[in-house]
């Protein structure tokens, strides 16, 4: 290993592939490090153009995953939003079941979804079981369930709330649900103090 401080990694472990006299060379150590940073960039260049082809890893290239799939691109929107709505996409590619149902909105909202037939009166039910209050990116899921699910169903939405039992075992007062400037019907999760 070089003698020199070398800031490169792949210029440091070029390094180790020369005769150890090189160690001490100045010479060899700032080439070696140049070289090395120009590896460095290259490897950086090619894992951030790797990470577009996989939808839970892209960044930049999220617009095109939006092109192919016929998705409107929103770029507003934050990166994960944009990722749930691509695989939601890709999910809801087959025969319409309760599962792929189920597996959409999943997609959209990182949690447990649970999903309720009502043959009876040609709807379903989509309750939200991890998520607290509404999820944020809701209108892009109903969009998705609406262009999947067969005509003659209806859809309805269903949300987990903070009860009044678990905050009271949280140890919250109505004191300081006041201290929050808001009425109890207002009050969201990550609200309280």
Do not use: C
């Not at 003698?3 to 472990?13: A, D, L, T, V």
């Not at 960039?41 to 799939?69: H, I, M, N, P, S």
């Not at 770029?75 to 939003?81: G, L, N, S």
């Amino acid at each position: 290993m070089s003698n020199i401080p070398m800031s490169s990694i792949r210029g440091k472990e070029m390094m180790t592939y020369l005769p150890g006299y090189y160690a001490t060379s100045r010479i060899m150590s700032t080439n070696m490090d140049a070289q090395g940073t120009e590896l460095d960039k290259l490897f950086q260049a090619l894992d951030g153009t790797l990470e577009q082809y996989f939808v839970t890893t892209a960044t930049w290239g999220l617009d095109l995953w939006e092109r192919e799939l016929g998705i409107p691109t929103d770029t507003a929107k934050p990166i994960d939003q944009r990722r749930s709505v691509i695989l939601s996409k890709i999910r809801g590619i087959g025969t319409v079941t309760v599962s792929l149902i189920k597996s959409v909105s999943e997609a959209y909202d990182g949690g447990t979804v649970e999903i309720t037939v009502h043959p009876e009166v040609y709807s379903f039910t989509v309750k939200f079981i991890d998520t607290r209050g509404i999820p944020p990116n809701l209108d892009d899921l109903k969009e998705v369930i609406e262009q999947i699910k067969p005509a003659h169903l209806v859809v309805e939405y269903s949300f987990t709330y903070l009860s009044y039992g678990e905050l009271e075992s949280s140890g919250i007062t109505f004191g300081g649900i006041e201290s929050t400037g808001k009425k109890f019907g207002e009050l969201e999760i990550w609200d309280i103090p």
